[in-house]
């Protein structure tokens, strides 16, 4: 089947301006994580989803950030008057569950390049 | 101080190689450790996947974790041209926030 698939692929804005990412996780997948990627860094936790289970926030930098998952499947990210270090990839990733074991193996999309200019 | 250590790099070696990479973690609860793959432009895939300590080989890879000295490797046999990519380092605990912490990843280039 399709692994997760994100969109856009690329965008520009300007500082200031607000934008949405969105993620379509694997079919049948309950966790859902979103991860920042700043150039020459590490992936860096934003958020997650499991099942119908309130998100972890704990990792988004600001208040500026914000996710939702509607119908425990597609997720957008929103970031709000961006700025330029916002600037990095965005990572979507989802795993068969969140209970331990080689079912919670996260699988990856391509990401999601974010340019503020 | 970082709670996953991983030397940037680059690493060049030459094809036919033996490669050797690592990362060092300070958190004594993270108990599944794993390694990504990721080529240019591309998300992370997973090549490996161990659960507490020991050693697991898939073909030409072997994943080895020292739960002791806190301290992961992958060894990559008869390198590739087409293993050249970015090896990042995962680990997560067994409880709690099951979020994976990343190494900031390994540049790899091997040489035909």
């Known amino acids: 089947g399709a692994g997760v698939s994100q969109s856009p692929s690329n965008k520009v804005t300007e500082k200031g301006k607000d934008v949405e990412l969105r993620c379509d996780p694997i079919?049948?997948?309950?966790?859902l994580y979103w991860y920042r990627q700043s150039l020459g860094q590490g992936l860096e936790f934003l958020i997650y989803f499991q099942g119908n289970s309130a998100p972890d926030k704990s990792g988004l930098p600001s208040d500026r950030f914000s996710a939702e998952r509607t119908g425990g499947s597609v997720s957008t990210l929103t970031i709000q008057r961006t700025q330029q270090e916002d600037s990095a990839v965005y990572l979507c990733?989802?795993?068969?569950?969140?209970?331990?074991?080689?079912?919670?193996?996260?699988?990856f999309g391509p990401g999601t390049r974010l340019t503020v200019l | 101080q970082k709670e996953v250590e991983q030397d940037p790099g680059p690493l060049s070696v030459p094809e036919g190689a033996i490669v050797s990479l690592n990362c060092t973690y300070s958190?004594?609860?993270?108990?599944?450790f794993m390694w990504y793959r990721q080529y240019s432009r591309k998300g992370p895939e997973l090549l490996m996947y161990?659960?507490?300590?020991g050693n697991k080989e898939d073909g030409r890879f072997t994943a080895q974790v020292d739960k002791s000295s806190k301290y992961i490797s992958l060894f990559i046999r008869d390198s590739q041209p087409s293993d050249s990519a970015t090896y990042l380092c995962?680990?997560?605990?067994?409880?709690?926030?099951?979020?994976?912490?990343f190494g900031s990843g390994t540049r790899l280039q091997v040489q035909p």
């Open positions: 990733a989802s795993s068969e569950s969140y209970s331990g074991g080689r079912t919670d193996t996260q699988y």
């Open positions: 995962a680990m997560s605990p067994d409880t709690g926030r099951r979020a994976l912490t």
């Open positions: 079919s049948g997948h309950t966790a």
């Open positions: 958190n004594s609860a993270f108990q599944y």
């Open positions: 161990t659960y507490s300590s």
